[in-house]
Nanobody, 120 residues
């Protein structure tokens, strides 16, 4: 199983990016997925999460600017990032809870991250 992020890059302040994360490989089902960031020397922190049935949760700092969504048919989760600020510059990671076997045991998987750089 792999979680593969894409969509990061360089953007000017005030601009937008759309991150994507697709889950590939063999698995039974995908549960809650989310986007996280990790500044150098800090812990990984939540940006937003979304359950399989679409219930979302956001960090306070991203409410109103970022939107998480998912397409269960495509095993993909998205993060629409608007009104980007230079302080949003960091690596964004996709994470998800997967049941690999169908026996009800879930494990958390991480992608390798995608760099977002916002210039002033």
């Amino acid at each position: 199983v792999q979680l593969v992020e894409s969509g990061g890059g360089l953007v000017q302040a005030g601009g937008s990016l759309r991150l994507s994360c697709v889950v590939t490989g063999s698995f039974h089902s995908i549960g809650t997925m989310g986007w996280y960031y990790q500044a150098p020397g800090n812990h990984r922190e939540m940006v937003a999460t979304i359950t399989r049935d679409g219930k979302t949760n956001y960090a306070d700092s991203e409410k109103g600017r970022f939107t998480i969504s998912r397409d269960n048919a495509k095993n993909t989760v998205y993060l629409e990032m608007n009104i980007l600020k230079p302080e949003d510059t960091t690596i964004y990671y996709c994470g998800g809870t997967l049941d690999i076997t169908g026996w009800g045991t879930e494990h958390y998987f991480w992608g390798r991250g995608t760099q977002v750089t916002v210039s002033s």
